[in-house]
């Protein structure tokens, strides 16, 4: 199964994703977005691709029908999907992380810094897409691959 990970769009109506991400999304079976959509014509646009599970971030006021949190298993892996602007700890991947302390999730993908992040955490991965429309002080804009096959999970970023 090959996953698109995205988070922290910040979209407005009539804007979308750059070319360079379409051309990466043919082949995806799933495609995860960890808040700061902005626009709800995002998940429309990306739902023509595959499916989408979605979170709300803290500037999604606009669907309050998104969940703070999503868990859900792939290939029978359990994945945690959070924004991570809120909850205890004090950076964003410590709140992820603490979202899910007792959810026996082997990965978690999170966004709300707009930082490219990866690690290993007690046995589970840690992931964070960045943003491939609004990369703040990061030198390039960036989204995420993850595939699972036979249990194993491979995460990697594409950087434009």
């Not at 945690?80 to 603490?98: E, F």
């Amino acid at each position: 199964m090959l996953i698109a990970v995205f988070s922290d769009t910040h979209l407005r109506a009539g804007k979308s994703l750059p070319t360079f991400v379409w051309q990466h999304l043919t082949n995806v079976n799933l495609i995860l977005h960890a808040g700061d959509l902005t626009h709800i014509g995002l998940l429309e646009e990306l739902g023509c691709i595959a499916p989408v599970r979605a979170v709300r971030g803290n500037c999604d006021s606009w669907d309050s029908s998104l969940p703070e949190r999503d868990i859900f298993e792939c290939e029978e892996v359990k994945i945690g999907l959070i924004h991570g602007d809120s909850g205890n700890g004090r950076s964003t991947q410590d709140r992820a992380y603490n979202a899910f302390k007792n959810s026996e999730v082997e990965l978690i993908v999170f966004g709300h810094s707009h930082i490219p992040f990866m690690e290993m955490r007690n046995g589970i991965l840690m992931f964070n897409p960045g943003s491939p429309t609004d990369k703040r002080r990061e030198p390039q804009y960036s989204f995420g691959l993850v595939s699972i096959q036979q249990g194993q999970i491979k995460a990697e970023h594409l950087y434009f």
